[in-house]
T-cell receptor, first 116, second 113 residues
Framework: DAGITQSPRHKVTETGTPVTLRCHQT?????MYWYRQDPGHGLRLIHY???????DKGEVSDGYSVSRSKTEDFLLTLESATSSQTSVYFC???????????????FGAGSRLTVL | KQEVTQIPAALSVPEGENLVLNCSFT??????LQWFRQDPGKGLTSLLL?????REQTSGRLNASLDKSSGRSTLYIAASQPGDSATYLC????????????FGGGTRLMVKP
């Protein structure tokens, strides 16, 4: 998927366990995003990053944290997974910011997480 | 809060037909509107991006229009093919902090041979 990979692609875990999803890019893009996709809700932004160590909350950030220590990696952590966090998680990257009006997003293939 | 609606939710057409997918949004304060394609079990692929100052964008058999004042966009697909079968999502990019792209629910398109 054009220089963006997500891992793991599938994960099944139990309620209360910590989970970390990784997004890795080789495009040297400044902006990175984590979305979740759920039936009936579409895609919703969880967190985003506009540079190394620069992150901010999205629309549905409760229960999630992120870190970006290197340009190429953006980690999404569920400190204590709940069943409501069962979803498909997508990472996206862009080289331009939203205010440019030209921020084409490239998406990863997704990570399917099931919390039992 | 920006809300994006796509109608219809699903569409089935015979091959060769020209078709229009609709997207509407509630707040015209947008940076751009983007159309994406999503195949089952896959990520999203960007198709077209229309900046707020533009009226339309074209790529091959795809043409997207934007009427910001009325909060509407259409994606026109000419001479549809079975390979066009996918879910099409529109998203508006807004200046709201923490919101970025607001997605519609998508239109699931099936083009029958």
């Amino acid at each position: 998927d054009a220089g963006i990979t997500q891992s793991p692609r599938h994960k099944v875990t139990e309620t209360g366990t910590p989970v970390t999803l990784r997004c890795h890019q080789t495009e040297n893009h400044r902006y990175m995003y984590w979305y979740r996709q759920d039936p009936g809700h579409g895609l919703r932004l969880i967190h985003y990053s506009y540079g190394v160590k620069d992150t901010d909350k999205g629309e549905v950030s409760d229960g999630y944290s992120v870190s970006r220590s290197k340009t190429e990696d953006f980690l999404l952590t569920l400190e204590s997974a709940t069943s409501s966090q069962t979803s498909v998680y997508f990472c996206a990257i862009s080289d331009l910011g939203p205010d440019s009006g030209a921020n084409v997003l490239t998406f990863g293939a997704g990570s399917r997480l099931t919390v039992l | 809060k920006q809300e994006v609606t796509q109608i219809p939710a699903a569409l089935s057409v015979p091959e060769g037909e020209n078709l229009v997918l609709n997207c509407s949004f509630t707040d015209s304060a947008i940076y751009n509107l983007q159309w994406f394609r999503q195949d089952p079990g896959k990520g999203l692929t960007s198709l077209l991006l229309i900046q707020s100052s533009q009226r339309e964008q074209t790529s091959g058999r795809l043409n997207a229009s934007l009427d910001k004042s009325s909060g509407r966009s259409t994606l026109y697909i000419a001479a549809s093919q079975p390979g066009d079968s996918a879910t099409y999502l529109c998203a508006v990019c807004t200046p709201y902090a923490g919101n970025m792209l607001t997605f519609g629910g998508g239109t699931r398109l099936m083009v029958k041979p």
